[in-house]
């Protein structure tokens, strides 16, 4: 579906972005915003600063607007990395979009363990501990992959034979993975090494964009247990909507970098299909509202009528 210009114009979002993809989330985040009745920033997809610092317009609801006070607040202590003022007043921010679809669950262990079971039955989840944001073991710590590599989300459990597991999320929304990849560092060999997971003789695809980024993450997630005792077991889930093309071509290529029959502890899971684990254990606003937000590209043509 290529965004109709004038439709563009009308919502404010007429502007050059990298992907198709891209310029359709912008325009239903600009649909979205004219919904609720909220004045826009500069562009369609933002909203004024002021109003949106106030009133926390760019979460589903005002329990998701205090986790996010407060991790801005405790960042610096925390070392995390939060952007403002995207945080506040972006409507395409994947950051804002990880809390929307996150922050109940934090609040809901309860759901959020009954999430976790049906996503993920091979890892025979217990309970869920914890949900954090933005969180990294350690940065720039070379016990890890010495970079400044985090989880957007992290998520601790305990199985059934009671041993400790987590589960670290990259969060996408309209991105298209071109950004230059990041300075390679030894550790990152040495970790892929001990993994035993990767055909290493296409180790030069991982040093480069798209795969970089989506491997330096993988690497932190494997670092917590494969390298160090911190964990018996993790996963790295790659969440990214169906319709983004280059998530999904990049994901593609990077699983043909896997050694053949071994547990890669690599998940990607679309957006889609993580709210209807939720939907089927959750029937609170929050969750048809986020679907609604993000989800419901169908808007864009009934818009253009």
């Not at 919904?35 to 500069?42: A, F, L, R, T, W």
Request: some cysteine; glycine content about 4%.
């Amino acid at each position: 579906m290529k965004p109709d210009k004038q439709l563009r114009k009308k919502y404010r979002t007429d502007y050059r972005d990298r992907t198709e993809f891209a310029s359709i989330a912008r325009l239903l985040q600009s649909i979205w915003r004219e919904e609720k009745g909220y004045e826009s920033g500069n562009y369609g997809n933002y909203l004024d600063l002021d109003f949106a610092k106030t009133t926390g317009a760019n979460f589903l609801n005002q329990r998701i607007f205090e986790i996010v006070k407060t991790e801005v607040k405790n960042k610096h202590i925390d070392g995390k990395v939060i952007q403002e003022p995207r945080i506040w007043n972006n409507l395409l921010s994947s950051q804002s979009l990880a809390f929307n679809i996150f922050g109940e669950l934090k609040l809901n262990k309860g759901l959020s363990t009954q999430v976790f079971k049906e996503l993920y039955p091979k890892r025979k989840i217990e309970q869920i501990d914890s949900i954090e944001f933005e969180y990294s073991p350690g940065r720039k710590n070379n016990k890890y992959t010495g970079d400044s590599s985090a989880f957007d989300v992290f998520v601790e459990y305990t199985n059934g034979l009671n041993e400790k597991g987590f589960i670290g999320i990259e969060v996408k929304y309209a991105e298209d993975l071109k950004d230059e990849p990041s300075s390679h560092k030894e550790k990152y060999d040495i970790i892929a090494k001990k993994s035993d997971i990767f055909d290493l003789s296409q180790r030069d695809k991982l040093r480069e964009k798209p795969l970089q980024q989506i491997w330096r993450d993988h690497l932190l997630a494997l670092s917590l247990f494969v390298v160090n005792d911190d964990y018996k077991i993790g996963d790295f889930v790659y969440l990214y909507p169906f319709d983004n093309d280059s998530c999904k071509s990049a994901i593609d290529e990077y699983k043909l970098i896997f050694k053949a029959d071994s547990d890669n502890y690599f998940q990607p899971l679309t957006l889609e299909k993580l709210v209807g684990a939720i939907k089927k254990y959750c029937s609170e606003t929050w969750i048809n509202d986020f679907e609604n937000r993000y989800l419901k590209f169908d808007k864009i043509e009934s818009a253009s009528r």
